[in-house]
């Protein structure tokens, strides 16, 4: 059973102030989070979390979690100019991009990020952007083939065009090191969306295992390992979430068999995680305002895919709770529907729900990652609001809604192009 962190007495009342539809996130949820995922890797000194910024592009987002110890991970240029305003300092800020513009690499290397290198050609592009080689830098590896972990997950990085293969790992090591680089570091991601406490421990155990090699072959001195992001959230009901504590035990045990031996008990251990952060502490919350029988029932919600696109995109699965009717019986069959013209614009196929009337208001779960930031403007769709429900109960507005004349601003003086 899924329950909305506001109550819907609670939402009414927000509703009166901001109009549906918007984002709104629990900060109480996002801090206690954060802790406990710090709490899970204690026992690691030099453990960091790099917010991926990708899930969660928020200023006030990003600096809840600043003050909860945390860095951020970037892949853009406009991602590290919102860190660097929202006060990162470059070791704070992790650059895990791929098939990055040379600007790009400019710009981090200027804010003295953490440049995580997606290919071994790009050794040479960054050289030759920067004109030398930054001291610290990390390597994305990719071992190919499939990640599969006890029947739960399968992945293929086989066929993901992220990272280098096993043989180039130790030549990027062996290049950097004769370009200068003095601080090494290692990073991969093999699989998206875990809901398991293995993915990390296995993952672990296969990065630990070839940092010892890499550090065997080219005497390269690793300050770090990077997990990445992939640890999940159950997005449907029946599913247990990951226990993040278990989860640190998992990586501890690991890095006790594997680089504690190697002589590389001082490796800290770094993750990048979006979704785990942000996911569960964010609603959607629309509202009911037509409802049409035809060859099925559908219900027209005043949200539409812009402001969430992962159930279009990947047909993913987001719960739904009808305000005020969270005991009633789900006896009826909807298909929640946005505006877009574009039949895929559903949050809900075949969703059995209680009886939704005109003017209910409905929580769409779990849209604190990945919901908001991958909206876009089709149909002229403007994005919508968000909102921080803060510790006490009030609500801060942390982002306004787009406006037509926000849709307008790139055509300024583009109305009148001679023709
Ligand atoms: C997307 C991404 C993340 C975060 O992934 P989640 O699934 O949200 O945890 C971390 N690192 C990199 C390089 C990514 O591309």
């Keep these: 059973m899924k329950t909305p962190f506001v ?20 900060e109480k949820g996002i801090r206690e989070n954060a802790r406990k995922l710090k709490q899970a890797f204690s026992w690691n000194p030099g453990f960091k979390e790099f917010f991926a910024v990708k899930a969660t592009p928020n200023p006030t987002i990003l600096r809840i979690l600043k003050q909860e110890g945390c860095g951020t991970d970037c892949a853009s240029k406009a991602e590290l100019l919102m860190s ?8 704070d800020i992790m650059f895990s991009s791929n098939d990055t513009p040379e600007e790009e690499f400019k710009l981090a290397a200027k804010l003295g990020a953490t440049i995580n290198l997606d290919d071994i050609t790009h050794i040479d592009f960054v ?31 086989g066929d993901a065009k992220y990272g280098m293969t096993r043989p180039q790992m130790t030549e990027a090591y062996q290049r950097l090191k004769e370009l200068g680089v003095e601080e090494f570091g290692m990073h991969a991601f093999l699989a998206s969306n875990t809901v398991t406490n293995d993915y990390y421990p296995t993952l672990a155990g296969i990065l630990f295992r070839t940092a010892v090699e890499l550090k065997q072959e ?29 989860i640190g035990e998992g990586v501890r045990k690991a890095y006790e068999e594997i680089l504690v031996p190697a002589g590389m008990g001082d490796v ?27 060859h099925k029932e559908y219900i027209g919600v005043d949200a539409c895919a812009v402001n969430l696109m992962r159930p279009a995109m990947y047909g993913a699965y987001h719960h739904i709770t009808v305000m005020g009717k969270e005991n009633a019986p789900a ?13 895929n614009d559903k ?4 969703r059995k729900l209680p009886k939704i009337d005109i003017g209910d ?59």
């Design 127 to 157: 050289k030759n952007a920067l004109g030398s080689m930054p001291k610290r830098m990390s390597c994305r590896f990719n071992p190919g083939g499939k990640f599969a972990i006890a029947n739960t997950i399968m992945d293929n990085p």
């Design 84 to 91: 660097e305003k929202c006060g990162f300092d470059g070791k």
């Design 218 to 246: 080219t005497g390269a001195h690793i300050t770090f390992i990077n997990l990445s992001g992939g640890v999940g959230i159950p997005y449907t009901p029946d599913k247990e979430p990951n226990d993040i504590l278990a």
């Design 361 to 419: 208001l409905l929580v769409i779960h779990d849209t604190g990652a990945h919901g908001y930031s991958m909206g876009y403007n089709y149909n002229g769709k403007l994005k919508s609001a968000e909102i921080l429900l803060r510790e006490n109960g009030s609500t801060v507005m942390i982002r306004r809604a787009e406006t037509p004349e926000d849709y307008f601003a790139t055509l300024e003086e583009y109305w009148d192009v001679d023709l």
């Design 7 to 26: 109550s819907e007495k609670q939402l009414e009342d927000i509703c009166k102030e901001y109009p549906t539809p918007f984002h709104l996130y629990d």
């Design 347 to 350: 949050f809900a196929i075949d």
């Design 331 to 343: 006896d009826h069959i909807y298909d929640i529907t946005g505006s877009l013209c574009e039949n």
């Design 268 to 294: 800290a251990i770094y993750t990048e995680l979006g979704r785990f952060m942000l996911a569960p502490y964010g609603h959607l919350v629309t509202r009911a305002i037509h409802e049409k029988h035809t």
